[in-house]
């Protein structure tokens, strides 16, 4: 006999739920309140378990917010330190100024060449806008 109105903790979540909904789960052989037999307590684990993974990958053992500046720092030093594209007036040609040693090349934007500056070997970024020239 079960009595409506009386609190039982379930065993699995260990929270007190209405006795009258407890029920018997196959899995944890024993009767368990209802949000442990719809199972949403087990869903729930595993999306903290899930969100607790996501967290450690986005943020390696040993990272601080020293390592989070230098980082920010780093891009964008990077974003300022890029080859310099303009139109060679009168032509589909480009010329493309190295930030790293300073010479100037010609790009071929359509067949994306050359991959690298010739002088100092540096990779030439993907030319994204070539008509705004
Ligand atoms: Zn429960
Ligand atoms: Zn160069």
């Not at 869903?43 to 450690?56: A, C, D, I, M, Y």
């Not at 493309?96 to 010609?106: D, E, I, M, N, T």
């Not at 359509?110 to 010739?118: E, G, H, I, Q, Y």
């Amino acid at each position: 006999m079960v009595n409506v109105g009386v609190k039982a903790q379930c065993r699995v979540c260990g929270l007190l739920a209405p006795a009258d909904e407890f029920r018997l789960h196959y899995k944890f052989k024993q009767a368990v309140c209802a949000r442990c037999y719809s199972g949403r307590t087990e869903q729930e684990k595993q999306k903290e378990e899930l969100k607790k993974k996501k967290e450690e990958i986005a943020r390696p053992p040993g990272w601080d917010e020293v390592d989070e500046y230098l980082t920010k720092t780093s891009q964008q030093r990077r974003e300022e330190q890029q080859m310099q594209f303009s139109k060679i007036p009168g032509t589909d040609q480009v010329k493309c100024l190295c930030f790293h040693c300073k010479y100037s090349f010609k790009y071929d934007a359509l067949r994306k060449l050359p991959v690298n500056c010739p002088y100092c070997n540096t990779e030439v970024p993907r030319l994204r806008d070539f008509n705004s020239l």
